[in-house]
Structure formats: structure tokens, C-alpha cells
């Protein structure tokens, strides 16, 4: 059956331009994450879904990120007015339920320039 | 210092050779996974694991809860084998709201012909 998908895969924002990056979730999934990984570093905790509830967002670096999933299935990270420390792959995983398994997405590379 | 953290960070083997990949943590988890992640790729699921030791194909994987240690081995080491090896805890309580995983930095393994 068909994986994660992430989109784009790759996107080039101008500083203080506002981005959205989409993530589709296996279907069935009801847990779904969202992961930042900066160039030669492991991945970090954003925020996570369990059906439509944000029951985590502890990882959200500041107010200029956002993160929605509302019918409980796909889900997009919003991002705005960006800056360059935001350049980084962003990694979307989902599983059956939170205490399973993370499919990872082939992430959405971002480079703020 | 890190709440995961992993040894060695590189490591370069021949072909052929055994393998071991060190994880230790300091938090209280519910699980503990092994990931591969090869250049420019997506992170692909190893292991899941919270007791004991698990075993797929030419790969093992043991943790000791007691010590907050596992290991990650690779018996008779192939080039294809070259990825980055993550190992990632996760944090959630059984049935709690949260099981957002925490990364090690990653171990890259380059296996020479």
C-alpha cells in the first residue's frame, strides 16, 4: 500500500515569506508526527496529531510555526514570515497509534535563502 | 548533554565484519527504535523494542531497560549496508497523550568492499 508522501519535496522560500508543507499520513493512521531535522543533526520533536486533536506541540520552536490536521488524515505545517534557521528537512510520520511503529515521509527540504 | 546519545558517531568497517552500534538514554521510555537513514533519503523503521532482543535477516537488536542501554548489531557487514543509524526513544507513558520519539545525533556507517 502507498506510504507517507510529503509536498513538496523540496522548496526555496524567501526570508519572511510564509510556506505550507503537506503531509499525507497512511491511511487509517491516527497518530501523526512532525519532525525538524537541521543539515547533520537527528531529527527533533515538532508536534503531534491523534486523529484531529494537537495533543503535543511542545516542540514548536516559536509562534511562527503552526501545525493543523483537521479531519483526522492529512496535515500541514505552516510556516511564517521564515527565516534562514528555519532551512531544514522536515519530516512528517504517522502509525496505527501512537505506541506503534513511526512510517516516516521522504521529508520536504527547505532552504531559506 | 543529550537525553539519547549514541557511539560511535562514525564508523568504517570492511565488508564482512561485524558490527555494533552503542545507544544509552537517560529518560524513562515505553520504547526504543532503531532507524536507518541513507543519504538524501527517508528514514526507514529497524526495530521497535522495549525488552529483550529482536532479530531480522543479518540485523539484531538488544536493550537492556535496567542499564537504559541497547545495542544495534550487523553480522557479516555488505557496502549496502552504508546508511546513517539512528536510535530514537520514545518518551509517552503507556497510554499517555504524548509518544514523541527523541533522536540520537546518528552513527554513519560506511562499509568498504
Known amino acids: 500500500g502507498a506510504g507517507v508522501s510529503q509536498s513538496p519535496r523540496y522548496k526555496v522560500a524567501k526570508r519572511g515569506q510564509d510556506v505550507a508543507l503537506r503531509c499525507d499520513p497512511i491511511?487509517?493512521?491516527?497518530?501523526l508526527f512532525w519532525y525538524q531535522q537541521a543539515l547533520g543533526q537527528g531529527p527533533e520533536f515538532l508536534t503531534y496529531?491523534?486523529?484531529?486533536?494537537?495533543?503535543?506541540k511542545s516542540g514548536l520552536p516559536s509562534d511562527r510555526f503552526f501545525a493543523e490536521r483537521p479531519e483526522g488524515s492529512v496535515s500541514t505545517l505552516k510556516i511564517q514570515r521564515t527565516q534562514q534557521e528555519d532551512s531544514a528537512v522536515y519530516l512528517c510520520?504517522?502509525?496505527?497509534?501512537?505506541?506503534?511503529?513511526?512510517?516516516f515521509g521522504p521529508g520536504t527540504r527547505l532552504l531559506v535563502l | 548533554k543529550n537525553e539519547v546519545e549514541q557511539s560511535p558517531q562514525n564508523l568504517t568497517a570492511q565488508e564482512g565484519e561485524f558490527i555494533t552500534i552503542n545507544c544509552s538514554y537517560s529518560?524513562?521510555?515505553?520504547?526504543l527504535h532503531w532507524l536507518q537513514q541513507h543519504p538524501g533519503g527517508g528514514i526507514v523503521s529497524l526495530f521497535m523494542?522495549?525488552?529483550g532482543k529482536k532479530k531480522h535477516g543479518r540485523l539484531i537488536a538488544t536493550i537492556n531497560i535496567q542499564e537504559k542501554h541497547s545495542s544495534l548489531h550487523i553480522t557479516a557487514s555488505h557496502p549496502r549496508d552504508s546508511a546513517v543509524y539512528i536510535c530514537?526513544?520514545?518518551?509517552?507513558?503507556?497510554?499517555?497523550?504524548?509518544?514523541?520519539?527523541?533522536f540520537g545525533t546518528g552513527t554513519l556507517l560506511a562499509v568498504q568492499p
Open positions: 510520520a504517522s502509525s496505527k497509534t501512537g505506541r506503534e511503529t513511526q512510517y
Open positions: 491511511s487509517g493512521h491516527v497518530s
Open positions: 496529531f491523534q486523529n484531529e486533536a494537537q495533543l503535543d
Open positions: 529518560v524513562g521510555i515505553s520504547a
Open positions: 523494542l522495549s525488552s
Open positions: 530514537a526513544v520514545c518518551s509517552g507513558h503507556y497510554g499517555g497523550a504524548t509518544n514523541k520519539l527523541i
